[in-house]
C-alpha cells in the first residue's frame, strides 16, 4: 500500500509518499494563487493508494478529493516523532505561519500557539527583510551569522520593519548587522510562542522552510540553551506527519 | 422583513438604504449559518420567527407598547436591572453591538483600539439603524470598563436621553452599597421618566417575570448538559440573545416550550450530534447578535458547544432574585443580592469566575473550554492567561482566542479550533 500526505501550505505544497513505511517519492511546488491545481499538478502520475491533507488549503483539497483531512499542528506532531521519537516540543516555521506544539510523552499534541493573523516572524519576513537588503534567500542566513554584533529591531511587521531597515542604512549601519538583528528578532518572538506552550526540555524539532536558516538555528539554540534538531528536509515534516497519518488512519 | 414595516422604519428616524443593507447581510448570515443546522427542533421555529421579525414585529409590539404609555429602556449590559424597568412601567431591551458598522463614521468618534462591541454600538447609532436604540425613551450606560465608561461620554452627544449607572468594582462592603444606592437612583430615574410610582407589589411582579425567564433559561442550559446534547450550541446562544429582545412572558413560554421537546430528545438519547461528539464549553466576551463567528466555526468543525459563561449566556441570566421580601427595600436589597453575584471580569479580585467556569465545565461534562476575548477587552483579556492557566492546572484542554467581528481571521481560526478538537478527542 503507498500512503500519500500532501501539505498545502501558503507558499508552497509538499508532497510525501511512502510505502511500507519508507519514503518512496517526495516532491514540492509552490502554492502560487491557485492551490488546488497546483496540487492537482503535483499528484499527476503520481500513484498511491490512499491520500491524507493538511496545511491552510486542505479544505479545498478534502472537497475536491474526498481526502481526510488533519490540521498542520497534528501532521507536525506526527512527522516531528516520526523523526525525532520522544521529542517533546516543535517549532514550525513557515511561509506565513508559525507554530510552537507541545507533545505528551506519548507523542500526543497537548498544546499549542499560533502566530495571529498576521505574517510577522515568519518565512515572508525574512524574504522581504533580505529582499530590502539585497541578499539572495540562501545567503541571508550566513550573512546574518557572521556579523559581529547584532542590531536592536523592535518591528515584526514587515512594512514597518522595511522602514527601521531603511533607517539603519541611512545611519551607515552594516547590511550583515541589520540582518542580524532582524533575525534575532524573528528568533524572540519564536522563543515566546515555545515558552507559552510550557515546555524546557529539550530537544526541540525545528521544521519548516525556516529551519533551513542557519542563523535562525543558531540563535535558537543559544537562545533556548537546547538542542535544536532540524530535519533533514525541514519543509517536508508536515507532509511526512500526513502520510504516516493516511497509513494509520485506514 | 416585508416592506410593511418601510414607513414605521422611517418615522423612527432609520436610515432605509443603510438598514436594509443590515438586514441583508443579517438574513444572510442566518440563512447560512442557522437554517443550515440538520436536525434541529421544532421549538426553534418561535426563535426563527423572532429572528426574521427582529427589527419588525418586535419594534411595532414596542411602538404599541409606547402609545399605550410604556416607556422602552435601551441597555447595553446585564447589571441593568430589568426588574426595577418592569416595575415602572417600562420594557427593557438590549441594544445591537455584535456587527461591524458605519466603521469610517465610528473611527471619527472612537480610537481605533477599542473593542468591535463598543464601536458597534456606536456604528449602528451613526449609520441610523437600529430600531431598538431609536424607540428607546432612555438609553442607560454603565460604567463596567474603561473603554463603555469614556464612550459614554462620546455617545451623550448622540442620543436624546443617556443615563449613566456606576458600577463597584470590588465585592465588598463599599462596593455592594454603591451597587444598591445605583439601584435605588435607576429606581427613581425609572419613575420620573414614565411617571409612575413603583411599589413592591409592583416590583414584586417584575421580579417574578424576569425570574421565569431565567428559570426557563437555566432549564435549558440543564438539557444541554446530556451527551449527546440535544440542541447546538448556536441555538443555545441564540436563545440566550433572544432573551435581550423579547417580551419576556412570551420569551419565558417559548423557551420552556422548546425545553419540553429537548426533555424527550434527552430521554431517547436523541442528540444534535453523536455521543461522544467533543463538546466545548465557551467562556468570556459577550456574543450580542449576529456574532456568530466562531460559535459557528466551533460547530463546524464537529463540535456541539455546551454552553455560555457569558453575559450573553450563563453569567448574565443564572441565579434568581428573592422575591419574598415584604417592602421596596427589601425587594431592592434582593436585587442588590443577585446582581452582585455576577462575575464579571471588571470586578477585582474575580477568584468565583474562575470557580463558575469549571462548575460548568464539570456540569456539561466538557472536553474542552474556549476562552473568547474580543480583541482589545481589557478586563477579559487579562484574565484569560489566567484562567487558562488555572483550567489546564485542572487538566481541562483550554484555548485562548482573541478576534473580533471582521472575517479575515476565519481560516486562521479554523485551524486553531480544528487543531484543538484534535487534541481533546
Same mark, same amino acid.
Given at each position: 500500500?503507498?500512503?500519500?500526505?500532501?501539505?498545502?501550505?501558503?507558499?508552497?505544497?509538499?508532497?510525501?509518499?511512502?510505502?511500507?513505511?519508507?519514503?518512496?517519492?517526495?516532491?514540492?511546488?509552490?502554492?502560487?494563487?491557485?492551490?488546488?491545481?497546483?496540487?492537482?499538478?503535483?499528484? =499527476?502520475?503520481?500513484?498511491?493508494?490512499?491520500?491524507?491533507?493538511? +496545511?491552510?488549503?486542505?479544505?479545498?483539497?478534502?472537497?475536491?478529493?474526498?481526502? @481526510?483531512?488533519?490540521?498542520?499542528?497534528?501532521?507536525?506532531?506526527?512527522?516531528?516523532?516520526?523523526?525525532? @521519537?520522544?521529542?517533546?516540543?516543535?517549532?514550525?516555521?513557515?511561509?506565513?505561519?508559525?507554530?510552537?506544539?507541545?507533545?505528551?510523552?506519548? +507523542?500526543? $499534541?497537548?498544546?499549542?500557539?499560533?502566530?495571529?493573523?498576521?505574517?510577522?516572524?515568519?518565512?515572508?519576513?525574512?524574504?522581504?527583510?533580505?529582499? =530590502?537588503?539585497?541578499?539572495?534567500?540562501?545567503?541571508?542566513?550566513?550573512? =546574518?551569522?557572521?556579523?559581529?554584533?547584532?542590531?536592536?529591531?523592535?518591528?515584526?511587521?514587515?512594512?514597518?520593519?522595511?522602514?527601521?531597515?531603511?533607517?539603519?542604512?541611512?545611519?551607515?549601519?552594516? @547590511?550583515?548587522?541589520?540582518?542580524?538583528?532582524?533575525?534575532?528578532?524573528?528568533?524572540?518572538?519564536?522563543?515566546?510562542?515555545?515558552?507559552?506552550?510550557?515546555?524546557?526540555?529539550?530537544?526541540? $524539532?525545528?521544521?519548516? +522552510? $525556516?529551519?533551513?536558516?542557519?542563523?535562525?538555528?543558531?540563535?535558537?539554540?543559544?537562545?533556548?540553551?537546547?538542542?535544536?534538531?532540524?530535519?533533514?528536509?525541514?519543509?517536508?515534516?508536515?507532509?511526512?506527519?500526513? =502520510?504516516?497519518?493516511?497509513?494509520?488512519?485506514? | 422583513?416585508?416592506?410593511?414595516?418601510?414607513?414605521?422604519?422611517?418615522?423612527?428616524?432609520?436610515?432605509?438604504?443603510?438598514?436594509?443593507?443590515?438586514?441583508?447581510?443579517?438574513?444572510?448570515?442566518?440563512?447560512?449559518?442557522?437554517?443550515?443546522?440538520?436536525?434541529?427542533?421544532?421549538?426553534?421555529?418561535?426563535?426563527?420567527?423572532?429572528?426574521?421579525?427582529?427589527?419588525?414585529?418586535?419594534?411595532?409590539?414596542?411602538?404599541?407598547?409606547?402609545?399605550?404609555?410604556?416607556?422602552?429602556?435601551?441597555?447595553?449590559?446585564?447589571?441593568?436591572?430589568?426588574?426595577?424597568?418592569?416595575?415602572?412601567?417600562?420594557?427593557?431591551?438590549?441594544?445591537?453591538?455584535?456587527?461591524?458598522?458605519?466603521?469610517?463614521?465610528?473611527?471619527?468618534?472612537?480610537?481605533?483600539?477599542?473593542?468591535?462591541?463598543?464601536?458597534?454600538?456606536?456604528?449602528?447609532?451613526?449609520?441610523?439603524?437600529?430600531?431598538?436604540?431609536?424607540?428607546?425613551?432612555?438609553?442607560?450606560?454603565?460604567?463596567?470598563?474603561?473603554?463603555?465608561?469614556?464612550?459614554?461620554?462620546?455617545?451623550?452627544?448622540?442620543? %436624546?436621553?443617556?443615563?449613566?449607572?456606576?458600577?463597584?468594582?470590588?465585592?465588598?462592603?463599599?462596593?455592594?452599597?454603591?451597587?444598591?444606592?445605583?439601584?435605588?437612583?435607576?429606581?427613581?430615574?425609572?419613575?420620573?421618566?414614565?411617571?409612575?410610582?413603583?411599589?413592591?407589589?409592583?416590583?414584586?411582579?417584575?421580579?417574578?417575570?424576569?425570574?421565569?425567564?431565567?428559570?426557563?433559561?437555566?432549564?435549558?442550559?440543564?438539557?444541554?448538559?446530556?451527551?449527546?446534547?440535544?440542541?447546538?450550541?448556536?441555538?443555545?446562544?441564540?436563545?440566550?440573545?433572544?432573551?435581550?429582545?423579547?417580551?419576556?412572558?412570551?420569551?419565558?413560554?417559548?423557551?420552556?416550550?422548546?425545553?419540553?421537546?429537548?426533555?424527550?430528545?434527552?430521554?431517547?438519547?436523541?442528540?444534535?450530534?453523536?455521543?461522544?461528539?467533543?463538546?466545548?464549553?465557551?467562556?468570556?466576551?459577550?456574543?450580542?447578535?449576529?456574532?456568530?463567528?466562531?460559535?459557528?466555526?466551533?460547530?463546524?468543525?464537529?463540535?456541539?458547544?455546551?454552553?455560555?459563561?457569558?453575559?450573553?449566556?450563563?453569567?448574565?441570566?443564572?441565579?434568581?432574585?428573592?422575591?419574598?421580601?415584604?417592602?421596596? %427595600?427589601?425587594?431592592?436589597?434582593?436585587?442588590?443580592?443577585?446582581?452582585? &453575584?455576577?462575575?464579571?471580569?471588571?470586578?477585582?479580585?474575580?477568584?468565583?469566575?474562575?470557580?463558575?467556569?469549571?462548575?460548568?465545565?464539570?456540569?456539561?461534562?466538557?472536553?474542552?473550554?474556549?476562552?473568547?476575548?474580543?480583541?482589545?477587552?481589557?478586563?477579559?483579556?487579562?484574565?484569560?492567561?489566567?484562567?487558562?492557566?488555572?483550567? &489546564?492546572?485542572?487538566?481541562?484542554?483550554?484555548?485562548?482566542?482573541?478576534?473580533?467581528?471582521?472575517?479575515?481571521?476565519?481560516?486562521?481560526?479554523?485551524?486553531?479550533?480544528?487543531?484543538?478538537?484534535?487534541?481533546?478527542?
Amino acid at each position: 500500500m503507498r500512503f500519500a500526505g500532501i501539505d498545502i501550505g501558503s507558499r508552497s505544497i509538499e508532497l510525501i509518499i511512502l510505502e511500507d513505511g519508507r519514503i518512496v517519492d517526495r516532491a514540492q511546488t509552490e502554492t502560487g494563487f491557485d492551490p488546488l491545481n497546483r496540487a492537482k499538478a503535483l499528484l =499527476a502520475e503520481k500513484s498511491f493508494d490512499h491520500i491524507l491533507a493538511t +496545511g491552510y488549503g486542505r479544505t479545498l483539497f478534502e472537497v475536491s478529493y474526498e481526502a @481526510p483531512t488533519v490540521t498542520e499542528i497534528k501532521a507536525y506532531a506526527r512527522g516531528a516523532w516520526q523523526l525525532a @521519537p520522544g521529542v517533546r516540543s516543535i517549532l514550525d516555521i513557515g511561509g506565513q505561519d508559525s507554530k510552537a506544539i507541545a507533545l505528551t510523552e506519548t +507523542g500526543r $499534541v497537548t498544546k499549542f500557539e499560533m502566530n495571529d493573523r498576521c505574517a510577522a516572524g515568519t518565512g515572508k519576513f525574512l524574504e522581504i527583510m533580505a529582499e =530590502a537588503l539585497g541578499y539572495g534567500l540562501e545567503d541571508f542566513g550566513p550573512a =546574518a551569522l557572521q556579523a559581529e554584533k547584532s542590531l536592536n529591531i523592535n518591528s515584526m511587521c514587515a512594512v514597518f520593519a522595511e522602514s527601521e531597515v531603511t533607517s539603519l542604512i541611512a545611519k551607515g549601519e552594516t @547590511p550583515a548587522e541589520i540582518a542580524r538583528g532582524l533575525h534575532a528578532a524573528v528568533v524572540r518572538r519564536a522563543v515566546s510562542m515555545l515558552q507559552r506552550v510550557h515546555q524546557d526540555s529539550g530537544p526541540v $524539532v525545528f521544521a519548516g +522552510g $525556516v529551519a533551513c536558516n542557519i542563523c535562525i538555528h543558531r540563535l535558537l539554540e543559544q537562545s533556548l540553551k537546547l538542542e535544536v534538531v532540524v530535519p533533514k528536509h525541514p519543509q517536508m515534516v508536515g507532509a511526512l506527519g500526513a =502520510a504516516l497519518l493516511a497509513g494509520e488512519n485506514r | 422583513m416585508g416592506n410593511d414595516y418601510r414607513d414605521m422604519w422611517q418615522s423612527i428616524g432609520l436610515d432605509l438604504e443603510a438598514h436594509d443593507q443590515l438586514l441583508d447581510g443579517l438574513n444572510q448570515a442566518y440563512g447560512d449559518i442557522y437554517l443550515t443546522q440538520e436536525n434541529r427542533p421544532e421549538g426553534m421555529q418561535y426563535f426563527d420567527f423572532v429572528m426574521s421579525e427582529v427589527h419588525g414585529l418586535r419594534i411595532k409590539e414596542l411602538l404599541d407598547e409606547k402609545g399605550a404609555g410604556r416607556a422602552v429602556i435601551g441597555s447595553y449590559c446585564v447589571f441593568v436591572p430589568e426588574e426595577i424597568a418592569l416595575a415602572g412601567n417600562a420594557t427593557l431591551v438590549g441594544l445591537c453591538s455584535g456587527a461591524d458598522f458605519a466603521v469610517e463614521e465610528v473611527d471619527k468618534i472612537l480610537p481605533r483600539n477599542t473593542c468591535a462591541l463598543i464601536k458597534s454600538s456606536f456604528g449602528f447609532k451613526l449609520g441610523k439603524v437600529c430600531p431598538f436604540l431609536e424607540v428607546s425613551d432612555m438609553i442607560v450606560g454603565e460604567n463596567t470598563c474603561d473603554g463603555k465608561k469614556k464612550a459614554y461620554e462620546s455617545l451623550n452627544h448622540l442620543v %436624546d436621553r443617556l443615563y449613566v449607572m456606576d458600577m463597584p468594582q470590588m465585592k465588598n462592603e463599599q462596593g455592594r452599597d454603591l451597587l444598591r444606592n445605583e439601584y435605588k437612583r435607576f429606581l427613581a430615574s425609572v419613575e420620573e421618566l414614565t411617571g409612575t410610582s413603583i411599589t413592591a407589589e409592583g416590583l414584586r411582579e417584575g421580579i417574578q417575570t424576569v425570574n421565569a425567564k431565567r428559570q426557563a433559561m437555566s432549564r435549558l442550559q440543564r438539557l444541554r448538559w446530556a451527551d449527546p446534547a440535544p440542541i447546538s450550541g448556536l441555538d443555545g446562544l441564540l436563545a440566550n440573545q433572544v432573551f435581550f429582545y423579547d417580551n419576556p412572558q412570551r420569551f419565558a413560554k417559548s423557551v420552556n416550550d422548546l425545553c419540553d421537546e429537548l426533555e424527550h430528545r434527552v430521554a431517547e438519547q436523541q442528540g444534535i450530534r453523536a455521543k461522544g461528539t467533543p463538546r466545548i464549553l465557551l467562556s468570556g466576551c459577550p456574543m450580542a447578535v449576529p456574532n456568530w463567528k466562531l460559535p459557528s466555526i466551533i460547530e463546524s468543525s464537529g463540535a456541539v458547544i455546551v454552553g455560555e459563561e457569558s453575559c450573553v449566556g450563563e453569567r448574565g441570566n443564572r441565579n434568581l432574585v428573592d422575591d419574598s421580601g415584604q417592602s421596596l %427595600d427589601e425587594l431592592i436589597e434582593a436585587i442588590v443580592d443577585r446582581y452582585f &453575584e455576577i462575575e464579571c471580569a471588571i470586578f477585582t479580585p474575580n477568584q468565583e469566575r474562575l470557580e463558575q467556569i469549571k462548575a460548568m465545565a464539570a456540569n456539561s461534562q466538557a472536553d474542552g473550554v474556549i476562552h473568547y476575548c474580543l480583541q482589545f477587552c481589557q478586563p477579559y483579556l487579562m484574565e484569560s492567561i489566567p484562567v487558562e492557566n488555572a483550567l &489546564e492546572s485542572e487538566n481541562i484542554p483550554t484555548l485562548r482566542i482573541e478576534t473580533d467581528y471582521g472575517l479575515e481571521d476565519v481560516g486562521q481560526l479554523q485551524t486553531r479550533i480544528q487543531a484543538f478538537l484534535e487534541l481533546v478527542k
